[in-house]
Nanobody, 125 residues
Framework: QVQLVESGGGLVQTGDSLRLSCVAS???????MGWFRQAPGKEREFVAA????????SYADSVEGRFTISREIAKSAEYLQMDGLKPEDTAVYYC???????????????????WGRGTQVTVSS
């Protein structure tokens, strides 16, 4: 089992930055981690993912160029640096992790075995 704990959410203004963190504990032999988000009344959507060994990152089109995902293997942690925040980025952000994934699936929620409880990000206009 793996436990994921997110931190770093908050209330910011348009154009501001935030950095989300997620620390994994337990069986941390992971192959990838990611971030999803869910806004009120909307479905959960993919934000970003990173492979554990190669550090290969992928992003949703809506955040490409503004968000940066990274990982720190020694701490079993991942981060999401969010710059140029917009009101439409307002959502609960969830950390995810998996021990194994099929190529090309990291943008899908089904690729992940574990989910954090989420951290709220609110961007005011």
């Amino acid at each position: 089992q793996v436990q994921l704990v997110e931190s770093g959410g908050g209330l910011v203004q348009t154009g501001d930055s935030l950095r989300l963190s997620c620390v994994a504990s337990g069986r941390t032999s992971l192959s990838a981690m990611g971030w999803f988000r869910q806004a009120p009344g909307k479905e959960r959507e993919f934000v970003a993912a990173i492979t554990w060994r190669g550090g290969v990152a992928s992003y949703a089109d809506s955040v490409e160029g503004r968000f940066t995902i990274s990982r720190e293997i020694a701490k079993s942690a991942e981060y999401l640096q969010m710059d140029g925040l917009k009101p439409e980025d307002t959502a609960v952000y969830y950390c995810t992790a998996t021990h194994w994934y099929a190529t090309g699936t990291l943008h899908t929620s089904g690729a992940y075995d574990y989910w954090g409880r989420g951290t709220q990000v609110t961007v005011s206009s």
